[in-house]
């Protein structure tokens, strides 16, 4: 089932490792954070790029747009989290209060709050209007490497390298919840879209899917040959992208757990994929210093027989 690069676009123009890829909220531009310090802007319709947003004194590990697109949020080995402003590429602020690398930064819903994950094994939250940290969720044993707010806003997720999950209220910073199955450190965690499920990518070469309300393994995903690194649902919650080290992504059909195909074409690891809004786009951002775009659209489902389907209701 694989489909060769048959990628549409190849965004090029990083010196070091694409590290995180996000499409704005209106699928018009895609972020990119390297391992050169920067983050790039790009049309997403032309690949051109739009602008570059230098500032960081460290590899940038993870990019965010607000929910309203106004506002990308970058997180940096250098401690810090920047926001910019996602039109003009304007440093806006810097949240500082970190003592290791941030490597996964999240906006709430509703854009009032940024969540971090550190090195330093913490979770902060934000308040976005005044850059203060009014929060810190400690729990994790090491290195915190992605978070990801449900799509009410009611939970956050964060996943670390001591192979756990944890859910945590948000509203109370309250743990919720520590999911265990992986036999690796976790890497990547995502909400499906409406915030029933929950994927987990690990150094153990495998996806998990979880119930979020009960935290019960619905399935297992095994066909990688190398650390899963990044996860993404597509916006009906019906696919699931999964970047590799092994320099491929694998989409998924969610409610079955079937692999439906296999897209090759980087020449490093992929680090990190995204959807695009309206689900017809796929981005990832690879160690070979790319962002390549896949039009979901000529992706072709494998026939699934009517025996072999069923459904995860709660997508």
């Known amino acids: 089932m694989d489909s060769g690069d048959v990628s549409l676009r190849t965004l090029m123009g990083h010196s070091g490792h694409v590290l995180s890829v996000a499409f704005s909220p209106d699928g018009c531009t895609i972020a990119s954070g390297s391992e050169d310090k920067t983050v790039k ?46 039109r003009t590429g304007k440093q806006l602020r810097t949240l500082a209060d970190h003592a290791n690398a941030v490597t996964g930064v999240a906006f709430s819903p509703d854009g009032n709050t940024i969540a971090s994950g550190s090195a330093d094994f913490t979770v902060n939250l934000w308040d976005i209007t005044t850059g203060k940290e009014f929060r810190t969720l400690s729990g994790h044993l090491n290195c915190v490497t992605s978070v990801m707010f449900s799509s009410d806003g009611s939970t956050l997720a964060s996943v670390s390298l001591n192979t756990t999950v944890k859910l945590w209220d948000a509203s109370t910073g309250k743990e919720l919840r520590t999911l265990a199955g992986h036999s690796d450190g976790i890497l990547s965690v995502a909400f499906s879209p409406g915030g029933n ?75 990190s994929v995204a959807f695009s809004p309206d689900g017809y786009t796929l981005a990832s951002g690879s160690f070979d210093k790319t962002v390549k775009l896949w039009d979901t659209l000529t992706i072709k489902d494998v026939p699934i027989k009517d025996s072999e389907k069923s459904t995860l209701s709660d997508r």
Request: proline share 2%; net charge neutral; charged share 20%.
């Open 41 to 86: 802007l790009w049309n997403a319709r032309t690949g051109k790029e739009l602008c570059t947003l230098a500032g960081h004194s460290g590899e940038v590990n993870t990019v965010a747009f607000s929910p309203d697109g106004s506002t990308l949020a970058s997180g940096s080995g250098d401690t810090t989290v920047k926001l910019w402003n996602a």
């Open 197 to 271: 499920l929950i994927a987990s990518g690990s150094t153990d070469r495998t996806v998990i899917l979880w119930q979020a309300r009960t935290g019960k393994e619905l399935n297992r995903l095994k066909r990688h040959s190398d650390s899963v690194w990044a996860v993404a649902f597509s916006p009906d919650g019906m696919k699931l992208a999964s970047g590799s080290g092994d320099k491929t992504v694998r989409l998924w059909d969610v409610d079955l757990g079937k692999e439906l195909r296999v897209l090759a074409g980087h020449s490093g690891e992929v680090t």
